[in-house]
């Protein structure tokens, strides 16, 4: 683990949220700052605002012996969150041509299946988290595979680069290859040593992660309900309502159940710390349920067009309350980048006649993100206090971008062109609690 550096003194253009902006833009929920200063403080924010006041604020002593980062005529945002992301699935992004059940049979279940072998656990942890920061991210929640030591190997990757992450054991005991399952009995066993051993530990939180209803049986379901009640500030991760034909075979494996929300809800597995991917064909009885009990969505466009699973009703959802966050869903999303993510988040609500406004985009990749994943008491902004993980944008390393830019009439314009024309070479450089983690060499 790298040292905390002393003290910090950051000056470039800062954007971050208070609060989310909301469907009509309230300027009050962001600051944006064009010559904009952070201090930072053994890992965290101290001071935000404006270079001057910030430096006025300093007794002369901090402000001389501050290690100085000068990022001028770049873009300095809290770190990218990414919500929903299986780090086993690096292998088979891109995968040609199915749709959600034959792509996990075809393509999904025999890459996890080679996780059996952990070294193989390891070395993908390590490059799957150099991408991530190589991307802007800092904070994920991540899917391992139903291996024990897929987990180990991921928490200690990540706890060598010092980042917020939240992670747990795959439970799934039905419908899937013998060689990925485990047991109801397994379930627990295995997640109650993993709980021990990382829940709490450095920046690390654990998250009870049933797959999705259809490969767990009502027993280990059951279990996953006593696990997440089992210790305080346990997270839940899984997957609901994505595809057509998911939806029909829940229906067929739990006819007792009025929906396929209500499956999770059966077992104890929604409420505040709970979060799941898609949420695409929910009726709007499932859409107050989420609201009412604090149960976030992961809304994950590119893997939603990828793999043609159908159109997230961002309107609908955030016009009810649930708290919704961005992700890639990598291997089921088709880039790391929550640029990109950003933009086919923009196209998804495009083609459903409601356009996202680039301010509410940069709050759900930041802030948003932080407060749908229970991590915002932590992360997600500059108020002081916080970890100070930070990403540098530089809208000048694209030259299309470049050029478009110089002609933006405003800065919700320029915001908005780098998020729909912006990617990871966008990325000047990553902080990871103050430390300089990533320098974009290009
Ligand atoms: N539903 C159950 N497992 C998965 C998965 O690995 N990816 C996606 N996109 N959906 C799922
Ligand atoms: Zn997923």
Same mark, same amino acid.
């Given at each position: 683990?790298?040292?905390?550096?002393?003290?910090?003194?950051?000056?470039?253009?800062?954007?971050?949220?208070?609060?989310?902006?909301?469907?009509?833009?309230?300027?009050?929920?962001?600051?944006?700052?064009?010559?904009?200063?952070?201090?930072?403080?053994?890992?965290?924010?101290?001071?935000?605002?404006?270079?001057?006041?910030?430096?006025?604020?300093?007794?002369?002593?901090?402000?001389?012996?501050?290690?100085?980062?000068?990022?001028?005529?770049?873009?300095?945002?809290?770190?990218?969150?990414?919500?929903?992301?299986?780090?086993?699935?690096?292998?088979?992004?891109?995968?040609?041509?199915?749709?959600?059940?034959?792509?996990?049979?075809?393509?999904?279940?025999?890459?996890?299946?080679?996780?059996?072998?952990?070294?193989?656990? &390891?070395?993908?942890?390590?490059?799957?988290?150099?991408?991530?920061?190589?991307?802007?991210?800092?904070?994920?929640?991540?899917?391992?595979?139903?291996?024990?030591?897929?987990?180990?190997?991921?928490?200690?990757?990540?706890?060598?680069?010092?980042?917020?992450?939240?992670?747990?054991?795959?439970?799934?005991?039905?419908?899937?290859?013998?060689?990925?399952?485990?047991?109801?009995?397994?379930?627990?066993?295995?997640?109650?040593?993993?709980?021990?051993?990382?829940?709490?530990?450095?920046?690390?939180?654990?998250?009870?992660?049933?797959?999705?209803?259809?490969?767990?049986?009502?027993?280990?379901?059951?279990?996953?309900?006593?696990?997440?009640?089992?210790?305080?500030?346990?997270?839940?991760?899984?997957?609901?309502?994505?595809?057509?034909?998911?939806?029909?075979?829940?229906?067929?494996?739990?006819?007792?159940?009025?929906?396929?929300?209500?499956?999770?809800?059966?077992?104890?597995? !929604?409420?505040?710390?709970?979060?799941?991917?898609?949420? !695409?064909?929910?009726?709007?009885?499932?859409?107050?349920?989420?609201?009412?009990?604090?149960?976030?969505?992961?809304?994950?466009?590119?893997?939603?067009?990828?793999?043609?699973?159908?159109?997230?009703?961002?309107?609908?959802?955030?016009?009810?309350?649930?708290?919704?966050?961005?992700?890639?869903?990598?291997?089921?999303?088709?880039?790391?980048?929550?640029?990109?993510?950003?933009?086919?988040?923009?196209?998804?609500?495009?083609?459903?006649?409601?356009?996202?406004?680039?301010?509410?985009?940069?709050?759900?990749?930041?802030?948003?993100?932080?407060?749908?994943?229970?991590?915002?008491?932590?992360?997600?902004?500059?108020?002081?206090?916080?970890?100070?993980?930070?990403?540098?944008?530089?809208?000048?390393?694209?030259?299309?971008?470049?050029?478009?830019?110089?002609?933006? &009439?405003?800065?919700?314009?320029?915001?908005?062109?780098?998020?729909?024309?912006?990617? &990871?070479?966008?990325?000047?450089?990553?902080?990871?609690?103050?430390?300089?983690?990533?320098?974009?060499?290009?």
């Amino acid at each position: 683990m790298n040292p905390l550096p002393a003290a910090m003194l950051v000056r470039g253009t800062l954007l971050h949220f208070l609060a989310d902006p909301g469907a009509n833009d309230d300027a009050a929920a962001w600051q944006y700052i064009e010559d904009g200063a952070l201090f930072i403080q053994d890992g965290r924010i101290r001071h935000c605002g404006p270079w001057h006041d910030v430096l006025a604020a300093l007794p002369t002593l901090s402000r001389e012996s501050a290690r100085y980062f000068d990022y001028r005529g770049k873009l300095i945002l809290p770190g990218f969150v990414d919500a929903h992301v299986h780090y086993p699935q690096l292998r088979v992004m891109g995968s040609f041509g199915r749709q959600l059940l034959d792509w996990l049979e075809h393509y999904t279940f025999p890459a996890e299946a080679s996780f059996a072998d952990r070294s193989v656990a &390891e070395k993908t942890s390590a490059f799957f988290l150099d991408r991530l920061i190589a991307h802007g991210t800092t904070t994920a929640s991540v899917f391992p595979t139903v291996h024990a030591h897929s987990v180990d190997a991921f928490f200690e990757a990540a706890q060598a680069r010092n980042l917020r992450m939240l992670c747990g054991k795959v439970l799934m005991d039905r419908h899937c290859p013998e060689n990925l399952r485990d047991t109801a009995q397994s379930a627990w066993d295995d997640s109650r040593a993993l709980i021990a051993r990382w829940h709490g530990k450095a920046r690390l939180r654990y998250s009870v992660t049933p797959r999705f209803a259809p490969t767990s049986t009502e027993a280990q379901l059951k279990v996953a309900g006593e696990l997440f009640a089992s210790a305080p500030d346990l997270h839940l991760q899984s997957h609901l309502s994505e595809n057509q034909r998911e939806l029909a075979w829940v229906g067929e494996l739990f006819p007792g159940r009025a929906n396929y929300l209500d499956v999770y809800a059966h077992f104890g597995l !929604i409420g505040p710390r709970s979060i799941y991917g898609h949420g !695409i064909h929910l009726d709007a009885g499932e859409r107050t349920r989420l609201a009412e009990t604090g149960t976030a969505l992961a809304f994950c466009p590119s893997s939603n067009l990828f793999l043609g699973s159908g159109f997230f009703n961002f309107h609908a959802l955030s016009q009810t309350g649930v708290s919704i966050s961005l992700a890639s869903d990598v291997g089921g999303g088709n880039s790391l980048s929550t640029l990109r993510t950003m933009a086919a988040a923009y196209q998804v609500s495009q083609a459903q006649h409601h356009a996202l406004s680039p301010w509410r985009a940069w709050y759900l990749a930041t802030l948003g993100g932080a407060r749908a994943l229970a991590l915002d008491q932590f992360i997600g902004n500059f108020t002081p206090g916080k970890e100070a993980d930070f990403v540098v944008l530089d809208a000048t390393a694209i030259p299309e971008l470049a050029f478009r830019w110089d002609f933006a &009439e405003s800065v919700a314009d320029r915001l908005f062109a780098l998020m729909m024309l912006g990617d &990871e070479r966008c990325v000047a450089a990553t902080h990871v609690l103050g430390n300089c983690v990533y320098l974009n060499k290009a």
